[in-house]
């Protein structure tokens, strides 16, 4: 196995009036040739919002876009006619297709939103652009990686338009998971609250680590739970 890990405090940090933000590739006005992209995985961006603010409308072209509510609230509307609104648990998939502008904005006047936004370029091109979303509770998959977005969804399952498996993990210190892993295949780990082993390497929170080669992946815990996002993909 080999395994590229980021800590925290590599990843390019960015804050300008109402958004606090880290870009795990180049993106926007940050650019560096040897990191703009993992495979089919394209942006990776950890954004917290101020309140009353956020991303006005602006157009996307030929994207699957994940966003993961981690805290706080966020409104989605779009020029397809469509909104929605997001509270910490939500997982939204947007395909942006044949293009698509939308809004996302935090409406509380005290609390601030934070979420993970990810980009997976699809595998098929002139898609009609929709969404859709799904709570994800997190005591469901205590102790386990529960599949949340894939490309032939089952039951409570999202679809994204790629050959990518999108998990979420609480784990404990107590239990040992292990995540087999199909030939040929590379593992994106973000670690979003606590502290993780990996195979023997610790990750603390806001380290990443990019993956090759593997088998398996060995998650546990280290001192008290852990949250995490595993992104399995070609």
């Known amino acids: 196995m080999q395994l590229a890990h980021v800590p925290a405090e590599k990843r390019y940090g960015f804050k300008e009036g109402w958004l606090e933000t880290r870009w795990h590739f180049s993106f926007d006005h940050y650019y ?5 992209r993992f495979g089919a995985l394209r942006v990776f961006n950890d954004d917290r919002i101020a309140p009353d603010s956020g991303f006005d409308r602006h157009p996307h072209r030929e994207m699957e876009i ?15 006619g469509g909104s929605a609104r ?4 939500d997982v939204q998939r947007m395909s942006a297709g044949t293009g698509i502008a ?14 993970l936004q990810i980009w997976v370029l ?6 009609r652009p929709g969404y859709e979303q799904r709570r994800f509770e997190r ?26 498996d999108f998990y979420l993990g609480t784990l404990v210190p107590e239990v040992e998971l292990e995540h087999r892993v199909r030939p040929g295949r ?15 390497t610790r990750l603390e ?3 990443q680590g990019r993956i090759t080669g593997a088998e398996a992946l060995r998650l546990r815990a280290l001192g008290k739970e852990a949250e995490v996002i595993l992104i399995d993909l070609a």
């Open 205 to 207: 929170e806001g380290d």
């Open 186 to 200: 590379r593992q994106y780990l973000f670690v979003i609250e606590g502290a993780v082993a990996l195979d023997g």
């Open 66 to 80: 994940v966003t993961v509510m981690l805290a706080g609230t966020l409104e989605h509307r779009d020029s397809s």
């Open 102 to 115: 939308h809004s996302e904005r935090n409406p509380s006047k005290s609390e601030a939103t934070h979420l």
């Open 32 to 36: 560096d040739p040897a990191n703009v």
């Open 122 to 127: 699809p595998d098929t091109p002139g898609l």
């Open 86 to 89: 997001l509270v910490a648990g």
């Open 139 to 164: 005591a469901a998959r205590r102790g386990r990686l529960e599949r949340v977005v894939t490309r032939d969804p089952g039951p409570g399952e999202l679809k994204i338009h790629q050959d990518v």
